[in-house]
């Protein structure tokens, strides 16, 4: 299984009716919402009335993410997760009755509660959507099945949006009644495939549910804070909605006024959206590929990169109004400016799919999964302020003023290409203030680029062996000057490494040491006090439960063999046995570095080799691990990784 792609998990009964769930209802949703602004024009409903509903339908799905996400949280962690799923879908069927006979009665109240009760059972949905992936898939298949959910979801939001657009046009006088059946008939659909997920535990079972929602919010949010990587990601999904909500609540008019599309004619603009919809899909099926089935958060800097230039170039691609008006998609497709303007949309679209996979499956794979529904109804409340927030930053920004009490308060008036340039300048400085409060994220991008570029890598049962929480030590065979950047390339926590401290002072590289929190120690004879320094470091990191990374040899390999392990990682478990912590051990081997021009292989002192052939093949490979750390010996251990090199065939 662990060649296989992403679409593999489509052939799966753990996965394909929970995608299919969760796709159908991102679709109906939709369906409804668009069906509803269809049908106000159905009822020639005049144009100030018809703006008041079409912004009053918003507020009233996204209100009950504020008012029940906290409850929703911890339902779901109480709850089986596939009990929940058919409970939540049992719901969907109740209220989207309610809503047809709104349609039956052209009823815009009737409508507008089924909306709210729509967007309280998505509020309840929302926690087990994400928390059921890591309890159904292998820590490699995180990082694919959040990119098919992903893909899944902006398709289904999409299709939706152009069904609901279109029914009452096809039906003719029947809208209404077709808008009825459509919303019923995918309600019931997805309970019925919502029967067919597998049975998946809950988190915490015995957890006391608190119902008073305004404590409990900020008890979530507290926890969705503990730790700083897990924080920052959600902080980083909340952007990718901020960013996806302004750009996309332009996409209306700048289709009519910048790109030329037709009054009062939706074609341009869902063009527009498909563009960055399948930019989304595209990007968030790649991640699968491009992070080497793991959990590569070397890939959002990556994003965040994209995101801010290709929105400068679709600033520069049309900053006024078009040479023409009145244009069909072919029409504007006739110069190379449209197809500019093309290539912007969906690569914004893919980098926010580099973007926020990852984190997601970062928050997923850090997160003990006792908490997770809790975390990601923390993420839930956040991302409604941030997408609210979106949406009164996007109107203002427009605006060149108001009056009030008399004063007159004065707004940019900026015109909705400025408003893209506006947002390309902040997508980069909230990245890069992001990055700098947590250097994870560029160092992880620093060593999937150099690696991937130098090497092939292929780490196995790296994310099996290796802890998805918690203390462990890494011990691995010594070849190159570059294994610590290969280890940190596969293993998909950030790994302390213990380094020799004349390499840890080397100028201009110390910063990224320091940076990386790599630990410098010394011989006992060259400097007892710093070696001891060293010790107490691994004890302080591996109390905080942080991963650990060794190289027991105590230096690069001369012959291409694995040296004697060194007694230091015998008294690194001594001391954490004496604390009270028992340590699980990971016995990891290179294999591919010796040919390496980092290694010593074939080379004099101070003269570099140039590497025999480009992007070697090289494995990290994993062996079970240790969970008492304690009960072995170096000697031991050396043997277990000598055999995972290939020592013993």
């Not at 308060?409 to 390309?424: M, N």
């Not at 992001?434 to 060593?447: C, D, G, K, N, Y």
Request: a positive charge.
């Amino acid at each position: 299984m662990s060649g296989q792609s992403q679409f593999a998990l489509l052939r799966q009964r753990r996965f394909l009716p929970y995608f299919t769930v969760q796709a159908l209802g991102a679709f109906n949703d939709n369906v409804y919402r668009q069906s509803i602004i269809a049908l106000l024009f159905f009822l020639g409903v005049s144009g100030s009335e018809r703006t008041l509903y079409t912004n009053l339908a918003p507020a009233l799905f996204i209100l009950p993410y504020f008012l029940f996400s906290a409850i929703a949280g911890q339902i779901a962690e109480k709850v089986e997760k596939q009990k929940l799923i058919v409970i939540t879908t049992t719901m969907e069927i109740v209220i989207m009755s309610v809503a047809a006979a709104g349609f039956l009665l052209e009823s815009m109240p009737v409508l507008l509660v089924a909306l709210f009760l729509t967007g309280t059972q998505s509020t309840l949905f929302g926690p087990v959507k994400y928390s059921i992936l890591p309890s159904v898939l292998r820590p490699e298949e995180l990082t694919g099945g959040n990119g098919l959910v992903e893909m899944g979801t902006s398709i289904s939001i999409l299709v939706g949006m152009i069904y609901g657009g279109l029914v009452f046009k096809l039906a003719g006088s029947y809208g209404p009644e077709a808008a009825a059946v459509s919303v019923v008939v995918l309600a019931v659909a997805g309970n019925l495939v919502a029967r067919l997920i597998p049975k998946v535990d809950a988190g915490a079972p015995e957890l006391k549910v608190n119902w008073n929602p305004i404590p409990e919010s900020r008890a979530i949010m507290r926890l969705a804070k503990r730790q700083l990587a897990v924080r920052n990601a959600i902080l980083g999904v909340s952007w990718f909605w901020f960013v996806g909500t302004v750009l996309t609540a332009q996409l209306p008019t700048y289709a009519e006024l910048h790109l030329g599309g037709v009054a009062n004619d939706t074609a341009l603009y869902i063009f527009a959206l498909a563009l960055f919809s399948i930019g989304v899909g595209v990007g968030s099926l790649l991640c699968e590929k491009l992070s080497g089935r793991s959990v590569e958060i070397g890939l959002v800097p990556v994003g965040a990169i994209g995101i801010t230039a290709f929105l400068l170039d679709l600033y520069f691609a049309r900053p006024g109004a078009p040479p023409a008006t009145g244009l069909t998609i072919a029409q504007f497709l006739g110069d190379w400016a449209g197809w500019r303007i093309v290539i912007d949309l969906t690569g914004i679209g893919m980098c926010t799919g580099f973007f926020v996979v990852p984190l997601f499956a970062l928050i997923q794979s850090r997160t003990p999964k006792s908490e997770l529904s809790r975390v990601i109804a923390g993420l839930n409340i956040q991302n409604s302020l941030f997408i609210v927030s979106a949406a009164v930053l996007g109107v203002l920004l427009q605006m060149d003023g108001f009056t009030v009490a008399g004063v007159r308060v004065p707004l940019p008036g900026l015109s909705i290409p400025q408003v893209f340039l506006a947002l390309a300048i902040a997508n980069g400085l909230v990245a890069l203030w992001i990055f700098t409060i947590v250097p994870e994220f560029l160092m992880r991008f620093a060593s999937m680029l150099l690696v991937r570029v130098l090497y092939r890598l292929r780490p196995r049962d790296v994310e099996s062996a290796v802890p998805a929480d918690g203390a462990a030590l890494i011990v691995c065979n010594h070849v190159s000057y570059m294994d610590a950047l290969i280890l940190s390339a596969a293993i998909p926590r950030p790994v302390r490494f213990v380094m020799y401290y004349r390499i840890f002072n080397v100028p201009g590289l110390s910063w990224i040491f320091r940076h990386a929190k790599a630990i410098p120690i010394a011989g006992a004879k060259e400097d007892p006090d710093l070696m001891q320094r060293a010790f107490d470091a691994i004890d302080a990191a591996l109390a905080e439960g942080e991963l650990v990374g060794i190289f027991p040899e105590g230096k690069l390999t001369r012959d291409g063999e694995i040296s004697a392990f060194k007694s230091g990682v015998e008294r690194i478990l001594e001391r954490a046995a004496e604390r009270g912590q028992r340590v699980p051990v990971v016995p990891m081997a290179l294999r591919g570095m010796w040919s390496s021009m980092w290694s010593h292989r074939d080379s004099r002192l101070g003269r570099m080799r140039v590497p025999r052939r480009a992007r070697a093949r090289i494995d990290v490979v994993a062996g079970p691990r240790i969970e008492d750390g304690a009960s072995i010996d170096a000697g031991a251990l050396e043997a277990q990784v000598r055999v995972l090199r290939g020592d013993a065939a």
